[in-house]
């Protein structure tokens, strides 16, 4: 009966040491001005192209900014969302321009909604608010 005992205490034991730790620390909030880009600018070349992105100072960390198509673009903050106040914390845009990657904590994230695909981080990317108008690109410190 003891051997018993022991086996289903090893069994639970297992268990909750395996169960991903969804506690972390909060992402941290920065309040900015709106951001607004001129798109024709030859700096922000990059974004007239589906699939374009752009990394820009703002928020936290900084921001990237994806483009969908020509009316929908995506901001994030490059502050990754795995322990977020960690010195190295810090969203890039992989090498292969498929998906950003913080190099870490070994994290992925995709450019559609930001959600992690791999590695440790469990919540998505900070999504600030964009709206574009004319040839601006407008970002705000609202997150969607």
Known sequence: MTILKSKYWLLVVTLIACEPNLSDDPVPYIAFNDIVINLNLPEFIALRSDGGHKEI??????????????NTYKAYERNCTFQPNSACATVNVHTSNLFMTD??????????????????????????????????????????
């Open 57 to 70: 100072n703002g928020g936290v960390r900084g921001i990237i900014i994806y483009r969908i198509n020509s």
């Open 103 to 144: 190099p870490c904590c070994g994290s992925n994230f995709t450019f559609e909604d930001g959600n992690p695909s791999g590695g440790p981080a469990w919540r998505p990317l900070v999504n600030y608010r964009t709206q574009v108008s004319g040839t601006d690109l407008i970002i705000t410190s609202i997150i969607n």
